[in-house]
Structures are given as structure tokens and as C-alpha cells.
């Protein structure tokens, strides 16, 4: 069996360094490019495509609201929908032009920060997303969440999805990320986090913090390395897997 | 005998409009569109490709340092040249994609600005910018003045150059723009500027301050629409080109 | 009697221009001036600051949420309060320094768009804004709007208030605008918009779309600048007001 | 004798940190706070400036050109001295006022990157980064490199100077920097730097690449904490001060 691994990158800019891109490409198969419009620059958004391509990463746009203060993690309300589709095939559309520069391909996409959490529950914002995915290019595959508005627009406009996990996250019984806010709502523990993984893999189900299952296919699990202690999960997290013979491949080569 | 009218478009920003956009897409056949870095936004930039493709305009990518505040007129120096071309691929790509999306063709790229002067000067600066266009679409014809180092860049690197004279500015003898410092370096009058232009094509030569003559082939000549007298004056010029029985054309559809 | 007539102004940026800012001066005795967050840059700010002195007119800072692409008028959640109140002292404080370098004096605060209509419901965010004031200048006057959460907060601290209504706006039974997206919520009709303000101005009351009043002392009468019919409007207010023998005077000159 | 200890603090932005400003806060006596421009944000200035109150810290204003992708370092030619100084008004204006809220008291101004290059060679800049420092507070200190037209600039203004030493850094004959892309011209050995230091503050005088000296009262010495290794020369040269007997107090409490 086979999973793919994948990592928010290219969050730099200027002279400010964010996260540990070179450690993190030794260890997953799928990168998250920033757009530009929460963090990445083109410089920076350039540097980890090619990065990305020797290590031999796939790679995908990462766009967001319009937020560097923000980081794009602020929800910006009252958005029409046909605006945020303009806002991300012009995202997309840049770092694809980048990608197909420095000779590799642009395999997908994953809404950033708010613009993701909001479009999981909002089927507008959902089809905004995905149509702009397909506007660039119909091959593209969409990172979803399984069961939340983003797998369902996706499907709805014909594109192929990937459904992910959080390797530090715990889930409500509706299936969506427990919030931040709440105590024990981020895992920090490397191997607790590894146990949840394999467990939710095995069962090919997200385990909720009641213990409710809800049955899911797995493609993609997501992963950090804005610290230390993110990048060692990391690395525990490959290895337990690799350790059990699941096998680590990017899902734009896996999926049909 | 044919020629092109080009003009700047796109150059709002959100609630900021900027440029007679509607009324000079009825008088020329070009518009070169701001890719967010000196003026225009993703809805704008939208917005714009959608009205020239329902008047029949080709559309280009109008790079330009990222100086918002500035309107990409402030000089930026010491930039590296492969800073340079990622940053102009990041715009290119992201209005490319805006003008898939709504169904339109990108044509071709010219620098706005700072970017465009100092690249006219700089042969570094300017394979910096065709380098850009080529990479993400070798058909892409740069928007060059004739004789200067943007011209001999696009040329070295097998680019198709559409040469540029501009109806409401003087030259200086080495081909290059009188400085907008300089008194009379503007042209305000309509007539005198379309007998300029008029005058500029018959002799397929830059008429220069002092008289001297500069062989260029002419294949477009750049109108403004920021304010009334500018379209104004872009209304003048065209209908003294159709008098002589110049026929205005995209010079996508006419350059081979 | 007396009442204020204040305006926002300001709002131009780098080369865009917005507002009939000259227009309005010769209107209205209060300017809230933007701060750069929402727009405005240092050199409209200077600029609409010697304006206003020169006018006799009152100025204000007029702080946002930091949203140039959307003007300050995009809800952004979850902010800290805390951080709300540097975000402001930082604006109030580059707005004063600019007005006591032109030899005018700040006189209140206005907050602008989102910032201003959520801190209206909102006590936390309310109580930011007047701590923001209050820490640069405890003389500074808050503009509330009569009933809300920004009035509460300013007396809470002890600071003085200037109570607004708005001559273009209809009002909720709970005093508060109603939604610009409901028919009729914004009046174009300048003589039934003087209509309406006189008719507050004798009851010292809102009155609300259902017919309700709130008892309201008012002490300012916002009007607008963006377009033609807006600065017409403002003219007709103005006459109407004089006809009949009210003295239109900054607020703070006739607050205690 | 006595000497003040400078360092460039509060360049962090949204979730980005840079420098280990809480280690240098413990090493310098003065702190140039980032206003925003080319780093830095309401938060973050405030934050240091909290933290510089509590280390007894003094606290100055660091405006730069607007520029965050460059950190300010890149030149932006052209700019209208007038425009310059409102521009650093406006800085200065935000930063005291974030001082004053805290309860600390701005003490100086010093020029950031390439405002603070560009003025050093140019009176008409330096004259408007002066002008703009009086305009904000007579009492305003301007840091300034011995000799160099900021120095000019704020003598003829009647604002009082420190006269800073760069202690990685090597000179020219003409009391400027050496170029930062010349061999040499930055110093990372601590000892070197530190004999440096203790050399020129004996002389009272710069020695240049020649061997030339030029005579300059030294005030402070600016120190840098963007990497470990700078926080180390920071600590050897305040240990080797130290041991010399040489007081480090800040420049605001010496100065007359």
C-alpha cells in the first residue's frame, strides 16, 4: 500500500527565512507552494520549485487571501466567490509559469490558511477554488479534506482529488479540524502522532476525538517543518511508515 | 499599409480607477495589461482581458517592478537580472492564466515603467525580460523602441519584436525618449502628434529633436487613455491613420 | 444651534486619485483623514492636512484594518484586541506627527469601513480603539455613532464623544445602519436626505426604518465626497442647514 | 570614558522574526526600532519597544524607504526630498506614539539601509531625514556617520548628532563605507573587530583601508544580532570595552 506525504513550502520572503524547506524535501513527495499572496515571493517561489525538482517533490499552487501581515491564517468575510476565482487562477497561473521555467510540472492545488478552512465549509467558496483549478489546467488534482465542501466541489467539476490528513491535528465528529483553540487540539508528541497516522491508514477512516470513525479514503498526509520539533515528527512519521512497508509516493503519480 | 495602436490598460486597483479603459479598447488594437505589481489586481486584470476580447484587442503582460506606490515609475537599481526574469514570469503567468480562463490569447509582453526604461538601456536587464517572455511562451512578441537594447535582447534570443514609437513624445539622437523633464518632451497637442506619427510611418524613421532621421520599421505606436485629452488625442490619431488609408491592426495577426 | 458636518478625506493613494477632497473642504468644518492602512499614503496626508488648515477645517485620523485591495471595508476576524490597539496608535500617531509638522492639531478619531462597523457591535474591539486614542492624546474625540458599543467604550474611558449620523443611511431599530445590501438602505436623493437630517437634528433622534426614534444628541453629520452626486448632496445639506439658522461649526470647538 | 552600544531591533513581521533582539537588549544601550517600512509592524514595534523599556534600553525611530520585499535595502532613486521627509514623519510619528503609549520616550532617529546610504551622499536627502526628525521633536537626536552630510545636515538644523562607528565594517578615504561587495569590507572576526573599535574610540578618529586616519568624535558603535555569530561579536566587544574600563551608557543620556 501507498501514501503520499505533503508540506506547505516556499513560505519565505525577502530577506525572512520561514520553515525548513531543503530538510523537509528529503522527506515528503508532494510541496505546497506559496502564491505570493501570503507568503513566497517570485524569488522564493522559484528557489523551491527547483529544489523541489532535484529532490524529485512533486509540486502544487498554495494560494491564499490577499493577507502577508496575516499570513493568510485571518478570515477575510463577504468575498463574492467570482472575485476568489480571479484571485486564484492568477495565483496558480504564476507559479505554474515558474514551475514549467525551471522545467517541472504543476501537479495540484490546496487552498492556504483561511481560504482553506472557509472553503471547507462553504460549497461557494469550494467551486470558486476549483473552478479557478480547472480554468489553469483540468489535469490539475485538488488536496482535499475527505467528506467537506472542497472534496464535494471538486468532484462536482469533475477533477480529481486528494483526500488528506493532518499528522497533528484531532477531528470533530463532522469530520473538520478540532479548532486550534480548543486544549489538545494540535499534537506535538512525534511517535502519539505516528500511532494516529498508521491507525487512520489502516482503517482507512479519520478517527474523531469521541472516537467516532468516519471512513474515508487516504491519499496524502499532511506534515510541517516551521520547526525542530515539526521536522522530527516529520521524520518519525516517514519512518514508521516506511517501517510498516507503506510505501511514500507522490499521489500525482498514484492517482487515476 | 498597417499599423497597430497599442495602450496601457488594467492599471486600477481596487476601488482606485485608473485609465479610460472601456472607451480606448474602441480605438486601438493592442492592450498591454498591469499584472499587479505597479497597478491592477486579479478582478481588474480579469475584467480588462474580458472587454478586450469582446472589442477585438490582443492582449499583452505589462510587467514592472513591484512598486505599488510608485506606480512602477520609481528607478529600483541593483536588482539581479535572474531576479528580474522570475519576477516577470510570476506576472506574465498570472495574467496568462487570467486571459486562458476567460478565453482570450496572450500576445505579448511589454515593460512598463522603470522597468522598461532602464531595460532599453541595459542589455542584462532586457534579456532579463525576453528571457521572462520566452520562458513561459516562446510565441510571446516582445513590445520593443527600435534600436534599443530591448530590441537587439528579444532579437539574440529568437523573439519576435513588434517596434514601438510612442504619438506624444519627442526623441532624443540615440533613439531614446527625451526625458519627460525636458520642456516640449510631451506632445499635448492632437494634431501635432498625429502629424508626428503620420510623418514617423512614411518615412519607416524616428525623427529625433534635432532633425536627424532614425531607420526603424514601425509596427505599433503607443497611445494613452489617463486622461480626456489622451483619448482624445488616441481619437485623433486613429482617424488620421484611416484617412490616409492606414489600416489599424493587431501586429499579433500581422508580424510573422 | 450648531452642528459639524465631517467628511472622510484623504483617500487618494500614489497615483490613483479619490474623493473631490477640494470640493469638500469648502463644505464641511471636520476631516477624518485616512492613515495609509485602508489608503492614503504620507504625501496625500500631508497634502489633505495643509488643505483642511487652510479651509479652517477641523482634522481627524480616520485608522483601518490594514487593507489597502479592499479599501478597509472587508470583515477580517479574530484579531486581538490588543493588537487593534497598537494597529491604531501606530495610525493616529503618523497622522499627528504629519498634522503637528503642517501646524494643524488632531482633534478626534474616526475609525473607518469594517473596523468602524464591527467595533460598533463589538465592546472589546470598541474598547481597543478608544484605548488607541486615549493613549496618544486624551483630549482626542471619539465620532460614535449614538447607541452603540463605540460610545460605550469612549465615555467608559472617559473620553469626549461627537455623536454622528449619517445623511445617506437609513437606520435599524437597534440604532444601527442598516445592511447597504437591503433596497433603500443608502438614499441618493439629496433633498430627502436634507430631509431626513433636519428632521434628526429638531428631534435630537434617529429615526428608524420602522418609524421608531432614539433619543440621540448629535453632534455631526457624516457626508460624502466620492462622487458628484454625493459632493451635490453635501451642498444641499449644507443650504438646507443654513436656511434654517443652524451654524455649521467643527465639534471640537463646541464640545466640552 | 564612555561609549553607547547601537543595534537595528524590531525587524520581525506577521509570523516572520528576525535578529535576536531580547540577546542584544542585554548587550546594546540603544535600540533603532524598524518603523514598518521596510520591516517591522504595529505589534512588533511595540513588542520591542516593551522589551527595551524593561532592559533600560534606550529607544530610536529607523524609517526607510518603503520597500519590505527589499528590507529597504535596494535604491529607489528620484524621490522629491519634500516627499522623502513627509514620508519619514509619518515613520518617526507612528513609532512615538507606540513609545509614548508603552511609557518610554523616543531618544533618536538614524536612517535605515539605502535612505541612510543615499543621505550620507546627499545633502538634499539628509537635510529632509533632518527636517523631518525636527519637524516631529527638537530634542530628536540624528545618528549619523562622522563627516557625511547626514552629519552636515543635522548641525545645520541645530538637531544634536551621534556620531556613529560600524564595527564590522572597513572605511574609505572619504569616511564612507567601504562597498559591501569589496573583499575585506565586512568584518567577521570578533577580536578583529573589537581591537577595531578600541582602536578608533582611543583616536578618536576613523582609520581607513589606507591606514589614514580622520578625526571624529565616536558616540556609538552600531552592533548587529541578525545571526549568532554578530550576537557574539556584540558580546566580545562589550566584554573588551569593559575590561578597558570604557562605560556603555546610552548616547541619549551623555549627549548634550
Known amino acids: 500500500s501507498k501514501v503520499d506525504l505533503n508540506c506547505d513550502m516556499g513560505e519565505s520572503f525577502g530577506v525572512y527565512t520561514l520553515g525548513a524547506d531543503a530538510e523537509m524535501l528529503k522527506l515528503v513527495t508532494t510541496a505546497n507552494v506559496a502564491c505570493g499572496f501570503h507568503a513566497g515571493d517570485p524569488l522564493v517561489i522559484d528557489r523551491t520549485i527547483r529544489l523541489a525538482l532535484d529532490a524529485g517533490v512533486a509540486v502544487g499552487a498554495?494560494?491564499?487571501?490577499?493577507?502577508?501581515?496575516?499570513?493568510?491564517?485571518?478570515?477575510?468575510?463577504?468575498?463574492?466567490?467570482?472575485?476568489?476565482?480571479?484571485?486564484?487562477?492568477?495565483?496558480?497561473?504564476?507559479?505554474?509559469?515558474?514551475?514549467?521555467?525551471?522545467g517541472h510540472r504543476l501537479t495540484h492545488v490546496k487552498a492556504h490558511g483561511s481560504l482553506g478552512n472557509m472553503a471547507?465549509?462553504?460549497?461557494?467558496?469550494?467551486?470558486?477554488?476549483?473552478?479557478?483549478?480547472?480554468?489553469?489546467?483540468?489535469?490539475?488534482?485538488?488536496?482535499?479534506?475527505?467528506?467537506?465542501?472542497?472534496?464535494?466541489?471538486?468532484?462536482?467539476?469533475?477533477?480529481?482529488?486528494?483526500?488528506?490528513?493532518?499528522?497533528?491535528?484531532?477531528?470533530?465528529?463532522?469530520?473538520?479540524?478540532?479548532?486550534?483553540?480548543?486544549?489538545?487540539a494540535v499534537l506535538h508528541d512525534a511517535e502519539m502522532a505516528a500511532d494516529r497516522v498508521l491507525a487512520m491508514l489502516e482503517a482507512q477512516a479519520i478517527t474523531?476525538?469521541?472516537?467516532?470513525?468516519?471512513?474515508?479514503?487516504?491519499?496524502?498526509?499532511?506534515?510541517?517543518?516551521?520547526n525542530p520539533a515539526a521536522v522530527e515528527m516529520a521524520r518519525v512519521i516517514r519512518a514508521r511508515l516506511e517501517t510498516q512497508g507503506i510505501a511514500i509516493e507522490p499521489f500525482s503519480r498514484t492517482l487515476r
Request: proline share 6%.
Open 62 to 102: 498554495h494560494p491564499s487571501f490577499l493577507d502577508p501581515w496575516g499570513f493568510g491564517r485571518r478570515p477575510i468575510q463577504g468575498e463574492d466567490p467570482g472575485d476568489i476565482e480571479r484571485m486564484v487562477i492568477y495565483q496558480i497561473g504564476a507559479v505554474r509559469a515558474l514551475a514549467e521555467a525551471a
Open 208 to 226: 474523531t476525538v469521541t472516537g467516532a470513525t468516519i471512513p474515508a479514503r487516504i491519499d496524502t498526509i499532511c506534515v510541517h517543518g516551521d
Open 120 to 184: 471547507a465549509v462553504d460549497l461557494d467558496l469550494a467551486l470558486a477554488c476549483a473552478r479557478a483549478a480547472r480554468a489553469v489546467d483540468r489535469d490539475l488534482i485538488l488536496v482535499v479534506m475527505p467528506g467537506m465542501e472542497t472534496e464535494r466541489a471538486a468532484l462536482q467539476l469533475g477533477l480529481r482529488v486528494a483526500r488528506e490528513v493532518f499528522a497533528d491535528r484531532t477531528y470533530d465528529d463532522n469530520g473538520n479540524l478540532t479548532s486550534r483553540k480548543k486544549p489538545g
